[in-house]
Each structure stands twice: as C-alpha cells, then as structure tokens.
T-cell receptor, first 111, second 112 residues
Framework: QKEVEQNSGPLSVPEGAIASLNCTYS??????FFWYRQYSGKSPELIMS????GDKEDGRFTAQLNKASQYVSLLIRDSQPSDSATYLC???????????FGTGTSLTVIP | DADVTQTPRNRITKTGKRIMLECSQT?????MYWYRQDPGLGLQLIYY???????NKGEISDGYSVSRQAQAKFSLSLESAIPNQTALYFC???????????FGEGSRLTVL
C-alpha cells in the first residue's frame, strides 16, 4: 500500500499570512506530485503540479519538492478567506498508472 | 457544460439494489478513473481504465464493477449495494502527458 501522509489540521491562519501545508510519501519511484483544493461538497480542483526537485511558483502558490526526503509542500502567500478549503496532496505510483491521495489538510483563513 | 459529467448527482437506495453511476467526458482523454471519498479517508481508487479494452482494479474494487462503453464513457456499478458503500463517488480523467486529474462534480450515494 502506497502511503501519502498529511496533517489533517485544522490549520488556521489570519488573512494575509502564509499558510504552509506539508505532505510525505512512501513510494521512492513516484515522479509526479500534485496539490488539489477541495471546497466542502465540491470536487477537487488542481492547484499545482511539480515534477522536479526545488520550488515552483504560480501566483500566490509555491510548491516545494524534495525527493530525497520524500517531502512535498504547498505555501500559500497572502492567504485569503476564499482559500479556506481542504487541500489534498496526490502522488503518482512508480508506474505512473495510479495516483495516491493523502487524507487532506483543512485550512481556515480568518478575516 | 462540465467537461466531466456524472449522473446521478444524488441517489438514495436500499440494501441489495443494483446501482449504476455514469460518467461521460468531453476532454478527449483516454484515461478515466472512479474514486470513492469518505470523510477523513481521502480519495480511494476503485477502478481505472486507459482505453476501451483496458480495465484495472484499484485499491478498493471489491463489491464494484465497471464498464468502459466508449472512450468518453465509464460507468461504475454496485451489483448489490450495502450501507458501507454510502459515500461520495468521483469520476476523473487524466492527461497522459502531465498526469493532471480532472474531476466530475461527484455522485453522492446513500444506501439504507
């Protein structure tokens, strides 16, 4: 069983602060890593994808990957109340055929 | 219109009934997936298919079956529904190049 671990939270940050979400994975063969945002009762939507070690920035979002430590994180700068959601970390299998999801971290941004 | 469409969106049924959840997509992707989501358990893969003649079991396939009727259509069946199959079910497609998943709006199933 491939494992993807996330802190379930809830994580609360004040509006304008940086939210830091973390994820570890067990499959050293994984090559693709994703962060999805899921609002309550809605379907997951892709926020960021990252495929190589280092940082990848897109607007207020930065994904960080460290394959040696099997660790991927998501930073949300200038957090907004609309960022309040559950964030799911997803990792592909070593064959690339399947995706494994963490249980998600619930984020609340307090106005 | 949504690129990945699921029907029905909500269904209440009784133990022992046969249920089919349908998924259709206009994204042109070959890869399609069925996931189940329970509170606190994240998304669990039920079945996936990479083309019309390809069907693969996921982590939790027991009690479920699927049919890939066409590139754009992938159905999930519960032959004899039981209460612990009460969950939110998502269909998804993926871009083979990037691996990104695109989800339908979900089908909420309640088995009494």
């Amino acid at each position: 069983q491939k494992e993807v671990e996330q802190n379930s939270g809830p994580l609360s940050v004040p509006e304008g602060a940086i939210a830091s979400l973390n994820c570890t994975y067990s499959d050293r063969g994984s090559q693709s890593f994703f962060w999805y945002r899921q609002y309550s009762g809605k379907s997951p939507e892709l926020i960021m994808s990252i495929y190589s070690n280092g940082d990848k920035e897109d607007g207020r979002f930065t994904a960080q990957l460290n394959k040696a430590s099997q660790y991927v994180s998501l930073l949300i700068r200038d957090s907004q109340p609309s960022d309040s959601a559950t964030y799911l970390c997803a990792v592909n299998s070593d064959t690339g055929n399947q995706f494994y999801f963490g249980t998600g971290t619930s984020l609340t941004v307090i106005p | 219109d949504a690129d990945v469409t699921q029907t029905p969106r909500n269904r209440i049924t009784k133990t022992g009934k046969r249920i089919m959840l349908e998924c259709s997509q206009t994204k042109g992707h070959d890869r399609m997936y069925w996931y189940r989501q329970d509170p606190g358990l994240g998304l669990q893969l039920i079945y996936y298919s990479f083309d019309v003649k390809d069907i693969n079991k996921g982590e939790i396939s027991d009690g479920y079956s699927v049919s890939r009727q066409a590139q754009a259509k992938f159905s999930l069946s519960l032959e004899s529904a039981i209460p612990n199959q009460t969950a939110l079910y998502f269909c998804a497609t993926s871009d083979q190049g990037t691996g990104e998943l695109f989800f339908g709006e979900g089908s909420r199933l309640t088995v009494l």
